[in-house]
């Protein structure tokens, strides 16, 4: 037995990898055994080879999923599962500086509510800028449904560059969506409200409150995108709440369409008695789902045809009801998800106290608009098309569905089945439901790739599951999600991957093909990266300065491997700090940080970037400062102080007393060093120069860092020598110091590339 | 072949598991196209195989690092590298509720510095509880290296329940290290300074600037522990930088040990032309080891032979030196981790700039100490042991060699090396080097299972690596960090996974036995886990209230699926609203969240948690409020209105108008509907107790919870049966419609219990 397995995964081996008989072998044993040891199926193996990825592989799309109340946007690469990053959105967070440096601060101050800082969101729904309906992975929008917001993600950089607060929802589940050609993104309100800002008594909950949608206008040019808050518009709707939207693509382009609940429009009070909302929203069979010609909404507001409220554009209920922006169908009571088919001629909607999903035909809504065809108007004046001629179908899926999905297959859709805890994979074409898989536990959303756009790719399902229960080792009361990882690429749904989401409870999420994301590993120099331009506080290398006004303290400084400049900063009490920094770094992944004590200063600085801390120093002390990045085998050496006086502080004489003295004899053992050092650094440049390192990009750019930070090893070279001539051997002995230090971080990029051209099979040149 | 491959890997499964010859062929052929088409080796399906987790799997170690300037606490498992936690510490984190409700925000108080609120922490160090040198899975501690603080996380709930601040110094990278009985933790000073709080300038360096050792008390009782801040000292140590420490154990047990950098006492200063920090601080071929007598200090301590500064037990440098409390031993220079071996004997230390380790024998060090054998004395009067005196070996390991971990296997040590980006395998009883492996790139701190122990288990290691550089799929300019996962089980080292860190910089991690771990799943019914105690606001199911006195209204509220208890709070201009919830949940997984529209309120209530939220209202107007879980399929209905009325507001006369009126056809059809739901619900309960479901602790606790939901369904059934007797349609069908909502709800249960007996086996009963 143990014979015939190694001579096939040697034959495996052999076949795909041309490794030796006998190294195969062994493995092929040891697989055996951590199979028995492990209880892994064969399935099991299957689904670990179609997910692990090896040191340094790469992952085929990556997702981007809302961190629901964390309030951030998580990344992970599929089919890996691996969480490659957490975005900071609607939340600080300290690791990316976010919230901390001045220049984030301003996008998170354009957050604030009423003037109210806001230092988290609550993160629903991530969407993709699109041209021609496909994803073209230059930015992502993300919504807040505790406070209406928007923001704006660049995928460049992967930083969040804008937000947008609603000026009329005080509520806002169904966002974002976007436009095929992203001119506008939706954000839907959910809970009723005035759209003023004053108090208005439940009592007029019909007559004075509403809902609507908000149509975010997004504009880019030469790579630079915002939004546009004075173009934007909101069309009206009754007080129901509204939820998820679709724009229409293709055949439907110019539509929208938006779903709602609770269209008995109850105002709940358990507390009085009352039977509470959840009963009394989910009592009719059916709600609505809004039509929109968003087109049409869009002239008559440059038309004038809108109101201003709270200085943004209106289309009132009534205007949209009459000048036919709007009308409504009834759909499947309790909706979340509304789908339109990447052909644009289905909208698929799912009623979670239903067990159907119905399929709504496009052409048949529009005709029913066109023949004037309604079965009356709701009490807001909206025409309603009735069901029966707007559907196409429905199909009977099982108990609790909620959002579909589209596979690049024709007519394949998979809807989530929440209370049956399934997926379903139907036919939307035909009707028929063809294969139903369990997940675990209770499924909100659901996501195929690229499978918003008008060309999904089908191949991987996620499965953004509600509850995780026992899928995990237990880590306390507040469980993590599980996103399980399907494969739908064959003719069976196959389960292969269970991904813990750590931090935050993703709601939706979109992935897109990794090869159409370009993100940069370095700004240009002295970058403000907030606003996509040069920082007019950007400092060169030897620029470095301190400007001194009455009450303030301001600092144009820089980091580089390893040291900070300044390394002191001296104050008086009271004063104000104003400390500009500029990462003079090159080298990719050579981020600094910067801390100092008390003074809830923390910035991160990736190579190029410049960042602003403002604060005051209210009291006298000494504060020390450092890198928090381990930045080099010195980086704990990357240090500083800030030093605060108490005011009128008179200035003891004296010097700083050395704490150590420094001999010829100490030079010269120094310099002995560094020569020692320079063979070992000239052993590894030729092996370098003497190899084709110019194929390899990796080792191009270490070349270049590495060639850097000779020159800076010159520099001090160059200095020691003269303090040498001098005969001040303190001086000489501590650059000849820091020239080693350079050597050092010479050598290990040097090795690094050595490393890398070994194990990447690079050739000798002659 | 591929014929052969099937029937081998049809082997493989008959063997395992006994699949059918069919399944499994079919399996194998695809794992050869698989490992084709992805480029995988043997070595990776091996590796894939050893670290792929299927649904449900268990992890055999879970480990916990430090999440950097982040702030958190980072957990995850081992094999599997799936991050399950985000342990909120330092900084407020959202999806927790942390740093957002009162009691959580009482903790982040305890770190306030000189007053003043701090919204991050750059944590280094996490260390367990350890009873007899052994990890009891009780607690964690983590330090902050920015605002010197110590955070106890409690791993029954993996929550954070205190933060200590270090009176006297102003940066402490080295802690936490536990003693092996808990007894004390050790927080390390980096930067000295001055221990007063008053400025000092750098010219009185030598003289009043000071480092030093804090020991943290720590006591626990009845499974209740926290740090005894009035029972903890520490231990002054001259202006050296101090870094890394480690307790003794076994024999060396009483003792601690505390490396250092920078004893050259260099002041940087390189905004003057003075060579910076980074060459004056590496310029000596040593620095110092610190030898402490912690069980002398606590004597003299508690003897009174201390002085009070910030009110705070000092020994300083001189009584530590004259009383044999503190002892020096030069190291070589700039060094990181200081290593205790399992037995105690050995004591290892690597200087980053040397290419040696050094294995230092306490019982050579304790015979220099006997024998009083110095070489003589430092600045300060602490005696100087010769470095000959105390070394066991030194080995030459590679560059950059930076901390050891150990291995089950006796005199086996890991230690990473920096600059080479290897990993070095030794024996240090023999000094011989056995075996390197390169990581990527450029590794800090390494982590073996249980490795600072008395007992590693060796197994796994973790690289905890400072740069990913190519590793992953691109995120921009700031990279994840990478761990890697390597197989220290056989005779050669084996890399086997690469894992990003999507969030903060881990420097130091520990990972302990799974099984060791007991974290409860829910809360005790009004439960305060911030202090471990009933909390006095806690509310129970129908005794909900509000009560208002001048300028304040007080809510006391629960939650459960789904609905909040109030659903309307009214209150005026200025008043402060007081907020309790409790969740009256019981079921496992079932968290309620809670979010006011513009009001920074966001509460996390896990099953049986009660939580605070403190607020002012300043602007009239409407603001709701809603769950923030996805906690079941009528989720987006649990809402409800804070209400903020004009000073002096004169209500307007008038009920609610009901947006949808019921007759008594509306209550008859929903009575219809719950009675053909009830049948289904009773299916499900008829196949759960006509299977062994007691065998199942999962299953039991679901039937728990329908159980409940039923109960709640007959309530609900009762109060409408009575508004129907009294003809009140309304009331009577919207009861009806919750009481099917419970329905649902047990039904959604009853399924989940149903497809797990199905799937897990269970067998009918007679």
Redesign the interface.
């Known amino acids: 037995?143990r014979t015939?397995?190694n001579?096939?995964?040697t034959?495996?081996?052999g076949?795909?990898?041309g490794?030796s008989a006998a190294?195969?072998a062994t493995?092929?044993t040891?697989?055996?055994k951590?199979?028995?040891d492990?209880g892994?199926?064969?399935?099991?193996?299957?689904?670990?080879?179609?997910?692990?990825?090896?040191?340094?592989g790469?992952?085929e799309y990556?997702a981007f999923a809302s961190?629901?109340?964390?309030?951030?946007v998580?990344?992970?690469?599929i089919p890996s599962m691996?969480?490659?990053?957490?975005i900071g959105v609607f939340?600080?967070?300290?690791?990316?500086g976010y919230g901390?440096d001045e220049e984030s601060k301003a996008v998170l101050a354009q957050g604030n509510?009423?003037g109210?800082?806001?230092?988290?969101?609550?993160t629903h729904h991530p969407a993709f800028t699109e041209t021609k309906g496909e994803y073209d992975g230059q930015y992502l929008f993300i919504n807040d449904?505790?406070?209406?917001r928007i923001a704006l993600i660049d995928l460049?950089?992967?930083?969040t560059k804008q937000i947008v607060v609603n000026p009329v929802f005080?509520?806002s589940?169904g966002g974002a969506f976007v436009s095929p050609n992203s001119e506008y993104v939706i954000e839907a309100a959910?809970?009723p409200?005035?759209f003023t800002?004053?108090?208005?008594?439940?009592?007029?909950?019909?007559e004075k409150?509403r809902g609507g949608m908000t149509y975010w206008k997004f504009e880019r040019k030469d790579g630079h995108g915002r939004i546009n808050v004075e173009k934007s518009f909101t069309v009206q709707a009754p007080?129901y709440?509204q939820?998820l939207s679709d724009f229409g693509k293709n055949a439907s382009d110019g539509w929208s369409f938006t779903n709602s609940?609770?269209?008995?429009?109850?105002?709940?009070?358990?507390?009085?008695g009352?039977?509470?909302?959840?009963?009394?929203?989910?009592?009719?069979d059916t709600d609505f789902l809004h039509v929109v010609n968003w087109r049409k909404a869009e002239k008559l507001i440059r038309a004038g045809k809108g109101v201003r409220i709270n200085d943004h554009d209106v289309l009132t209920v009534e205007t949209a009801a009459k000048e036919g922006v709007l009308f409504l169908i009834p759909e499947p009571k309790?909706p979340?998800g509304v789908d339109v088919s990447p052909d644009g001629e289905s909208i698929i909607v799912s009623g979670?106290?239903d067990t159907h999903t119905s399929v709504y035909s496009f052409a048949k809504i529009q005709k029913a608009i066109k023949d004037k065809k309604f079965e009356g108007k709701d009490p807001y004046g909206i025409p309603i098309i009735k069901m029966q001629d707007a559907l196409a179908r429905q199909v009977e899926l099982g108990?609790?569905p909620l959002h579909t999905q589209y596979d690049a297959k024709e007519c394949i859709a998979y809807t989530s089945l929440?209370?049956?805890?399934m997926v379903g994979k139907w036919n939307y074409c035909e009707g028929k439901l063809l294969e139903k898989i369990?997940i675990?536990?209770?499924i909100?959303h659901l996501m195929t790739m690229e499978g918003d756009s008008v060309s999904p790719d089908g191949k991987y399902l996620v499965s953004l599951n509600?509850?995780?229960?026992?899928?995990?080792?237990?880590?306390?009361?507040?469980?993590?999600q599980n996103h399980?990882l399907i494969n739908i690429s064959g003719d069976k749904m196959e389960?292969m991957?269970?991904?813990?989401i750590?931090?935050?409870?993703p709601?939706y999420a979109v992935a897109i093909r990794?090869d159409k994301?370009k993100?940069?590993?370095?700004?240009k120099s002295g970058w403000n990266s907030r606003t996509d331009s040069r920082s007019k506080f950007k400092t060169r290398a030897g620029r470095?300065k301190?400007v001194r006004t009455p009450g303030k303290v301001e600092i144009f400084g820089t980091t580089i491997r390893?040291?900070i400049?300044?390394?002191?900063i001296e104050a008086e009490v009271g004063d104000e700090i104003v400390l500009h920094l500029t990462n003079l770094e090159r080298a990719?992944?050579e981020?600094h940080?910067f801390?100092?004590?008390?003074?809830?200063v923390?910035l991160?600085l990736?190579?190029?970037?410049t960042v602003t801390a403002r604060f005051i120093v209210?009291?006298?002390?000494?504060?020390?400062y450092?890198c928090?990045?381990?930045?080099s085998?010195?980086h704990?050496?990357?240090?500083?102080?800030l030093?605060?006086?108490?005011k009128g502080?008179k200035?003891?004489a004296?010097?700083?007393?050395?704490?150590?003295k420094?001999t010829q004899a100490?030079y010269d053992k120094?310099v002995k060093t560094n020569v020692a050092t320079q063979e070992v650094v000239d052993s590894v440049v030729a092996f370098i120069t003497s190899h084709n390192y110019k194929d390899f990009p990796?080792v191009v750019s270490l070349v270049e860092d590495a060639t850097d930070q000779l020159g800076f090893a010159t520099e001090?070279k160059t200095k020691s020598e003269k303090f040498a001539a001098d005969k001040d051997w303190q001086?000489a002995?501590?650059?000849a110091?820091?020239w080693w230090?350079y050597q050092?971080k010479t050598?290990?990029i040097g090795?690094?590339a050595k490393?890398f051209l070994e194990?990447n099979g690079a050739k000798k040149i002659k």
Chains 1, 2 share one sequence.
Not at 74 to 77: F, L, S
Not at 654 to 660: D, F, H, S, V, W
């Open positions: 037995m015939q397995i001579r096939v995964l034959g495996i081996a076949v795909c990898l490794m190294t195969a493995a092929a040891e697989i055996e951590v199979m028995k492990r892994l199926t064969e399935k099991n193996l299957l689904a670990a080879a179609q997910t692990y990825t090896p040191t340094g790469r992952d990556i961190g629901g109340q964390s309030g951030h998580i990344v992970y690469g691996r969480i490659l990053k957490y939340t600080p967070e300290p690791w990316q901390f509510i009423h109210k800082e806001i230092t988290y969101g609550d449904k505790a406070n209406p460049k950089d992967f930083e005080k509520s589940h959910q809970y409200a005035p800002n004053e108090y208005v008594p439940l009592e007029q909950f019909n409150y007080p709440s939820d609940f609770c269209t008995e429009r109850y105002v709940g009070g358990i507390e009085k009352r039977p509470p909302y959840e009963a009394g929203c989910s009592q009719k309790s979340h979670k106290l108990l609790g929440y209370v049956d805890s369990s675990h536990y209770n909100g509600k509850l995780a229960i026992d899928r995990f080792n237990p880590v306390g009361p507040l469980h993590p399980q389960l991957y269970d991904m813990a750590p931090l935050g409870e709601h990794a994301l993100p940069v590993i370095r700004y470095e301190t390893s040291h400049t300044p390394e002191t990719q992944d981020t940080g801390a100092i004590y008390g003074h809830n923390n991160s990736e190579p190029g970037k209210e009291k006298e002390g000494v504060y020390p450092y928090t990045e381990f930045c085998a010195l704990l050496e990357m240090e500083g102080y030093l605060v006086k108490p502080y200035a003891v004296g010097e700083i007393e050395e704490g150590t420094y100490d120094q990796e001090a001086n002995t501590l650059w110091g820091q230090q050092v050598a290990d090795l690094r490393t194990q």
